[in-house]
């Protein structure tokens, strides 16, 4: 896929659940829109799968696709915060994300779990 299709068709989708975490927690950010694999840019993918990691900065809700690329995050903050925005996340209809670490931006993180 060509690069500039891979960034529009990720940007899509990474608002698509950006929007979703905002309706959960009031504030949310896109993150990725394409990753590369086996040297191929492409799009971020459909799923979206929701985690709470931290950050030097707090604790994070992200919303990944099934690889863990990160598409959306919330602001960090406190572990209580965080746990709140992620249960209404998964009210909502997102589903836990079941791996062990996602990515963000040229990091990896550990999945939070309860």
Do not use: C, H
Not at 83 to 105: D, P
């Amino acid at each position: 896929m060509q690069y500039f299709r891979a960034v529009q068709e990720g940007k899509r989708r990474a608002a698509k659940a950006q929007m979703k975490l905002f309706d959960a927690g009031g504030f949310s950010m896109l993150t990725l829109t394409t990753k590369k694999i086996s040297g191929e840019f492409l799009p971020v993918g459909e799923e979206e799968y929701g985690a709470i990691i931290t950050t030097d900065d707090g604790y994070v809700v992200v919303v990944v696709d099934d690889g863990g690329y990160t598409k959306a995050q919330s602001k960090a903050g406190e572990q209580d915060e965080a746990r709140e925005i992620y249960k209404k996340l998964l009210q909502n209809g997102t589903e836990q994300f079941g791996g062990g670490k996602v990515v963000m931006w040229a990091r990896e993180y550990p999945v939070i779990r309860d």
